[in-house]
């Protein structure tokens, strides 16, 4: 049932503040990578190594702080952590819409990177206590859509932006809508600030933060650096390290910054666990299909973000069916089913050249995106389902880290295999026009390199419709 704020909101108005400050943390994601070329230039730095940290500043400190927001969120509330994730969020993008140097870009990054993170954490938790129980798949279905819009007008709107503007105002446009949402949040949601009881555990935050911190930043820089380098066989040693010693320092206290008692939930860690593998197999269509479009098929950046659109867009429409599908018929052969079509669409997606077509590109997207978003709503109504009420804030911010976990092994995983099957070279060679008479078997190295990454992420999809179907009878929490 919807209790405080959003009960007094309505769950309408709960869905459209959610909406507003997912969307602008969503477009910031995928908005900023087509401008990187252009920020580039303008601090005249080349287009690698330290330019790449506006990109992974944000992705580093919103995945260190995801869980301890979540658990902010049980103790004080969680009208009063999404305020602070709007503040902060829309002032950081002010901020790095104004930044004089490059350094400072990426500091301000990182501190609107934070925001995000609060915004990200508490968004399923709020939906969930706006909607009632039958209809929960529903509002994530919802939500589904404003993530998947937010990611395929992306690329599209900052190469609008930077083309007829400049690069500043890819930040400067999610002012005005943050200003929004937050005189929206003030003026609808009336829930208070709470203190439930228990004290705050920085230990276990500072822990989680720079063990979730130093593994990010490993994964992220595996393929710029070298999966040998010293430096970051030494980053993901300290953040494993880390997190595997977390459990230990959280039973020493009597209220840990993470609620364990969730992990001895069947359905919770099958949920969790699931989510991960969807991601990790998933998030690289993402990240190798502008590859595959951009140097194997030669098409222009512009004409490549326009095919990549059918697989949020297909998303968007099937998340909320699949959503309320959930909530009539359960969630569990709807998960498994949705993942089981997404695995046999990577299979598919395999099997590109550089002859397909491009109604074979695009019908191989819209049937993965369809398995995906089948799978997505129901999952994730089943995790926050088997959180009792008190910790809601906490399952969300493992939702939201199983995502930036599996993304970041996602990119990490598949550029290895690419680059170590040599279609990262033979890419590179194409996009250079310097295959010459070689073509044939430059182009031959590429899709083989291609075929196999995604074979192997169709394998860790198969998995995860396992996790799916382990997770038992559901009993919903109180």
Known sequence: MPDDGEEHAGKWATLAIVGVGVFMATLDSSIVNISLPAIARYFGVPLNGQVEWVIIAYLVATAAILLTAGRLADMIGRKAVWTAGLIIFTSGSALCGAAPTLGLLIAFRAFQGLGGALLMSVSPAMLTHGFPEHERGRALGLNAVIVALGVSVGPTLGGLITGYLSWRWIFYVNVPIGICGLIATLRVLTEKLRRNPGRFDPLGALVLAIGLASLTAGLSFGQ?????????????????????????????????????????????????????????????????????LEQLRNFPTEMAGVLLTPLPLTIAVIAPISGSLADRFGTRWLAAGGLAIACLGLVFISQLNAHSSLWDIIWRLMFTGAGQAIFQSPNNSALMGAAPRQHQGSAAGFLATARVTGQSLSVALAGAIFAGLGGATAGLVLQLNRAGPHLSAVQHTFSYSFQVTFLVCAVIAFIGVFTSLVRGKEERAK
Not at 241 to 251: C, D, H, K, N, T
Not at 260 to 266: A, D, G, K, M, W
Not at 274 to 287: K, R, T
């Open 224 to 292: 710029e650096i070298g999966w040998t380098s010293p430096l970051l066989i030494a980053s993901i040693v300290v953040g494993v390290g880390l997190l595997a010693l977390l459990p230990f320092v959280e039973m020493r206290v009597s209220n840990p910054i993470i609620v364990l008692s969730l992990l001895h939930n069947r359905v919770f860690v099958s949920a969790i666990v699931s989510s991960i593998l969807s991601f990790l197999a998933l998030f690289a269509v993402s990240f190798m299909l502008p590859f595959y």
